[in-house]
């Protein structure tokens, strides 16, 4: 059987918000034909039990490792059965007819392989769900704390409420044509976690496709329920995917540059939560501070760190 659209929900210790998650999925008759498939990525917490017994219409997908965002995204991709598939978060509530507006919007252009939406924190205001290509420039503002002052590298020079091509959409609500992954794949394994979205865009438009935006559909996106536990992990984890994708897209000069923006990245930031540290935050700024001394000597005494796995082989 085939469907005009497939849901592909990667869960890892989602407890209550991927019950939520899929409420506001089912809670409303939908005019199309759609499967939801939830790739459980080994959780511990009982939440795939509780959403397999509570929805036996859900498709559930059992890995007994963690997979990563892109793993289990891909098990979930190969499963699937519909015309267009949708990745989306766990810790998302899908508001009114947001999968219509969106299957709707790219049904009406071809041009389009991949198309994100407006996502909004659950106060109602706006969340970044889109933007541009990482750069030079973009990390040593991102680094060195200066896009506070400049932040258009990152929400783009648009309105969020037109619609319009852009470089990336977030993997948090992303659909995709099923001509567009065929012909460009599954996300890249190699991002464990961060960045294999942008990756996976970046195919989209080399391979003549459209990315998109719309303001059509409105998607809440609790963002970062599961990682927010093992946040200090994460940063080094993030970094290590932005010299991946340094690597794949800009070349081993922009990669030598980039260790320098980092590392005075590591020194600004370390000044930040060392004075929040002083300030009371002492938890979360410990974490932190521990967190970018591991980036910091990572990025000049573990070569796999910065230039992947396969170095070390032919080296």
């Known amino acids: ?17 991927l019950l939520d998650c899929l409420e506001s999925i089912y809670a409303r008759t939908h005019s199309f034909g759609l499967e939801v498939i939830v790739v459980d990525n080994a959780s511990s917490d009982g939440s795939p039990e509780r959403a397999a017994a509570d929805y036996t ?16 995204n891909n ?19 899908v508001l009114e007819d947001a999968l219509e507006a969106m299957l709707a919007e790219i049904e009406s252009r071809p041009e389009v392989g991949i198309l994100g939406c407006r996502l909004l924190n659950p106060d109602g205001s706006l969340q970044r769900s889109c933007g541009m290509f990482p750069s030079l420039l973009t990390e040593f503002l991102d680094q060195t704390m200066l ?11 648009w309105d969020y409420n037109s619609a319009r091509p852009v470089d990336w959409v977030t993997g948090a609500c992303l659909l995709v044509r099923r001509k567009t992954y065929e012909q460009i794949g ?4 190699g991002y464990f976690m961060f960045l294999e979205d942008v990756d996976w865009c970046q195919k989209a438009w ?19 329920h599961s990682s927010r536990p093992v946040l200090p992990r994460l940063l080094v984890v993030d970094q290590a995917s932005g010299y991946r994708f340094f690597r794949r897209h800009h070349g081993r000069g922009q990669v030598w540059a980039l260790r320098l923006i980092v590392s005075l990245g590591c020194l600004v930031r370390g000044a930040f939560w060392a004075l929040r540290r002083l300030l009371g935050q002492r938890e979360e700024a410990a974490g932190r501070l521990r967190a970018y001394g591991e980036i910091l000597r990572r990025t000049w005494l573990d070569r796999a760190f910065v230039w992947g796995e396969t170095h070390e082989r032919r080296h």
Do not use: C
């Open 1 to 17: 059987m085939s469907f005009d659209l497939s849901i592909v929900i990667v869960n890892w210790n989602g407890g209550q918000v």
């Open 57 to 72: 219409q859900v498709r559930l997908l059992r890995s007994e490792h963690n997979l990563g965002f892109a793993g289990g």
């Open 75 to 93: 098990l979930g991709l190969e499963a699937a059965r519909g015309r267009y598939l949708l990745l989306l978060n766990n810790d998302t509530v």
């Open 147 to 157: 896009h506070r002052l400049f932040p258009t590298y990152k929400i783009g020079r």
């Open 186 to 189: 599954g996300l890249d394994e």
């Open 206 to 224: 080399r391979a003549g496709w459209q990315v998109f935006y719309t303001p059509a559909a409105e998607i809440v996106h609790l963002k970062g």
